[in-house]
C-alpha cells in the first residue's frame, strides 16, 4: 500500500489517458472515467442575487435549504436548512416513494419557512453519476455508495421530481438546476474566490469536476468557453487500469460491496471503505498470529465494525495510540502496547495510500488545466469538502503536500467548502438565473443589428431607386448616390501593351509604379515601384504644396528607374470622389487617365476575366463601380457604348431612407467622426468605423454591468482604440478563447472567459450586418447590369479588393451569400485583384491609348 512518487507520477499520467478517453466522442462509452458535462459554464463572479431553495440528495441525510444570495456592495449569503433522515426502506425502495419522499420534505419546509406562497427556483444536488443533456436535466447512470432504489436508472431524475411536486398544489417552486455536489463544492467556494476553478469530493465517496475548454468537449456542441466537467473519477481502475496497485483487501471490498467491479478508485480511498480495509489488514494479520496472540474477536469478523470515524481517531495526534486503545477494547479485544502501535500504523498506511491516490488524480486535473491555458506556472484555487477530508486529522495536510510535489509549478490554494453540497446547488442556480437575465439583455442590445430578409431587400430596392437618381440629370443633385462618370469607356481585351506610368495617391503614402504590359499569347504585366512618404503638413496643406509634392515624388523616381527623358502615358489613382482632374505638365508625361482605386480593381480582374464589369472595395472604406450603357448616363453627352460610373455608394442614406435601422450606435459613431451625416452607408460598413461601433456597444454593455465587472477602463473611452483587425482577430475560427482574451488584455480590457464570449459575439454581429448590407447594396448593381441586358439570367464577374473582405474570415462569405439570395437570377464569381491601384491605373491608361487610337483611325 505504499506508493512511491514515481507511482504517483504514473497513475497522473493514466488518469490524464482516462480523462482525454472520457472527453472524446468515440472513446467516451468505453472510457471507465466519464467526464459527464455538468452544462454549468460559469463560476459565480459576485453579482448574483436573489432567494433560492436547495436540495440536497446523496449523503447520510437528506437537507433542504433556503438560501438568499444578496449583492448590496458586498457578497453575502444567508442559509437556513433542515436535515431530513433518509430511510432504508426509502432509499432501497422504488423511484415513486423516493421523490414522493424528496416532495413531502421539501413542502414540510416551506410550510415551517412560511414561504409556501413564493414561486422560488430549486438548485437540487444529486451526488450520483448523472448524464446531462442541458442543466436542468440528468439521466441517473448508476447508484453508487448505499442508495439502490429501483426504477430511477436511465431515467431522468429532474422530470421524477417534477411529477412529485406537480402533486403538491401548493408549492411553487421549479428544478432550474440538476448539480453533482462536487459542483456544488466548486460553486460554494468560487463565490468566495473567482480562482476556483476545481471541486474535490473526500467523504462516504470521492470525485471531483473542473472547468474544462468546451473545444475539449465532444459530446457537447460548441467551441466557446468552458464548462465544468463531473470527472466521475471514483470509477478510475473500473476497466483494469489499476490491477497492478489493487490489493488483495481492495479485492476483498469489492467482492462483498453491492456494487462488485464498479467504482474501484473509490473504494481504495473513500470513508465509506476505509475502516472495512483497516479491518481485514488486521483480521488477516490475527490469523497470522501478528496481533492480539493470534486470538480473532468476533468484532474482527464483522463487517463494519471499524468505522472511518475510528481511523480518524487512531491518528489523532498525542492522543491517537490511546484512542485505538480504547477502540479496540470497545470491540472486545484486549491488545499489547505492541497490537496498538500496529494497529495505529495500519490506520496511518491506509489513510495515507487514500491521500496519496487522491493527491495523483488531482494532480492531473491541475496539470490539464495548466496545459489548456498555455501556462508555464499555474495559479489555481481547489474547493475542498467531504467528511473524510474535514475530519481526519492528518488527512487534509498529507494531500496538499502530496499535491504540491507531485506538481511543482502549480500554485494552489485549498478552500474548505461550507456546506458546498446544499449552498452550491443555490449558487449554481442563482448563476444560471443571472445567466439568463444577462442573456435576454445581450440579446436585445444585439437584436438592432439583426437585419430580418424584409430589412435587406429594402435595402437593395431603395440603393437600386438611388442607382437610378444619380444617372439622371434632374435628381442628380439631390441623389445621395453619386454615381460620378469617371471616362473609362472599356475594359481591357487583351491587346493591350507599352509601358505606362503610374501614380497612387490615397492612403498615408503615395507610390510611383512603371508598369510593362505584354499582349499576345503570352501577355503579362510587370511592374515597378517606389513608395514615398507623405508628411502630415503637407497632407494637411494646400493643393499646391501637394501637387508639387507628388511632382517632385515622380521626378525622383524616373532618376531612380533610369528613364528620365522617356515620354510616357501615366494613370493617376486619386482614391477620392471627384469630378475631375489636372495637373500641370512639368515633364514630358501624357496624363491620360484619372482613376478611382475601385475602377482600378475592376480593370485589373478585367484583364484576367473579360466577365468582370464590376468593382468592389470593402476596405478601410466602401465603394462600388461598373459599366453602365451610356444612354441610361444622362449627365455625360452620347449614347453609344459603355463607360464605367463610379457611384460613391458610401453616402447611400445621407437624405435619411435608412434611417430605419440605424443603431443609436451608428448615431454616436457618426456624430463624433470627421464628417458627421455623411457617408452613413460606409459608415455602417467599412473598416474605418466597425472598431468604432463594437467600442460603443462595449461601454453600453459595460454601464449594463455585463462586461469587464460593470468597470469601464480608460482605453475602453479611448476613441478608435478598437481597430478593425482586432474584429478580424476576434472573430477568427481558429482562435481559442484565450487568445481573445490576450487580444482585450493588449487593449488594457481585463476580461473573464465570459466576457470574451461576449466580446466575440459584438463582433460577430457588428461585422454579419456590414456584410449583409454590402451584399443588399451589391445585389442593386448586379440586378441593374441584367436589366441593362435585358437577359434573364446573369453571369458576371465582380472585382474585389479591400482589407475587410480578404482578412476577415467571415465578411466574404456572408457577403457572397447575399448576393445569391437577393439577386438569385445573377450568377456572380468574385475575383481578388491584386494591386488595382496601381496595374489598374495602368491598365487604364493602356485602354484609354487603344480606344483613343481607334478613334484616330
Known sequence: MRLSDDVLLDLMTRFQTEMVKGLGRDTNPTAAVKMLPTFVRSIPDGSEKGDFLALDLGGSKFRVLKVKVSEDGKQNVQMESQFYPTPKEIIHGNATELFDYVADCLEDFMENKNIKHKKLPIGFTFSFPCKQAKLDEGVLLSWTKHFKARGVQETDVVSSLRNALRKHKDVHADVLALVNDTVGTMMTCGYDDQRCEVGVIIGTGTNACYMEEMSHIDLVEGDEGRMCINTEWGAFGDDGSLED???????????????????????????????????????????????????????????????????????????????????LMELGLFPSEEDCVAVQHVSTIVSFRSANLCAAALAAILTRLRENKKLMRLRTTVGMDGTLYKTHPQYAKRLHKVVRRLVPNCDVRFLLSESGSGKGAAMVTAVAYRLASQRKQ???????????????????????????????????????????????????????????????????????????????????????????????????????????????????????????????????????????????????????AVVNDTVGTMMTCGYEDPNCEIGLIAGTGSNVCYMEDMKNIEVVEGNEGKMCINTEWGGFGDNGCIDNIRTKYDKEVDEGSLNPGKQRYEKMTSGMYLGEIVRQILIDLTKHGLLFRGQISETLRTRGIFETKFLSQIESDRLALLQVRRILQQLGLDSTCDDSIIVKEVCGAVSRRAAQLCGAGLAAVVEKKRENRGVEHLKITVGVDGTLYKLHPHFSRILREMVKELAPQCDVTFMLSEDGSGKGAALITAVAKRLHSIGEN
Open 245 to 327: 496497485i489493487r490489493t488483495e483487501f481492495d479485492r476483498e471490498i469489492d467482492l462483498g460491496s453491492i456494487n462488485p467491479g464498479k467504482q474501484l478508485f473509490e473504494k481504495m480511498i473513500s470513508g465509506l471503505y476505509l475502516g472495512e480495509l483497516v479491518r481485514l489488514i488486521l483480521l488477516k494479520m490475527a490469523k497470522e498470529g501478528l496481533l492480539f496472540n493470534g486470538e480473532i474477536a468476533t468484532a474482527l469478523r464483522t463487517k463494519g465494525k471499524i468505522e472511518t470515524k475510528h481511523v480518524a481517531a487512531m491518528e489523532k495526534y498525542k492522543e491517537g495510540l490511546s484512542n485505538t486503545k480504547e477502540i
Open 442 to 592: 445581450i440579446d436585445e442590445i444585439l437584436a438592432s443589428f439583426k437585419l430580418s430578409k424584409e430589412n435587406l431587400r429594402e435595402v437593395k430596392t431603395k440603393m437600386r431607386a438611388e442607382l437610378e437618381y444619380g444617372l439622371k440629370k434632374e435628381t442628380q443633385p439631390n441623389a445621395t448616390v453619386k454615381m460620378l462618370p469617371t471616362y473609362v469607356c472599356g475594359t481591357p481585351d487583351g491587346t493591350e501593351k507599352g509601358k505606362f506610368l503610374s501614380l497612387d495617391l490615397g492612403g498615408t503614402n503615395f507610390r510611383v509604379l512603371l508598369v510593362k504590359i505584354r499582349s499576345g499569347r503570352r501577355k503579362s504585366v510587370r511592374m515597378y515601384n517606389k513608395i514615398f512618404a507623405i508628411p502630415l503638413e503637407i497632407m494637411q496643406g494646400t493643393g499646391e504644396e501637394l501637387f508639387d509634392h507628388i511632382v517632385q515624388c515622380i521626378a525622383d523616381f524616373l532618376e531612380y528607374m533610369g528613364i528620365k527623358g522617356a515620354r510616357l502615358p501615366l494613370g493617376f489613382t486619386f482614391s477620392f470622389p471627384c469630378r475631375q482632374a489636372s495637373i500641370d505638365k512639368e515633364f514630358d508625361l501624357d496624363i491620360v
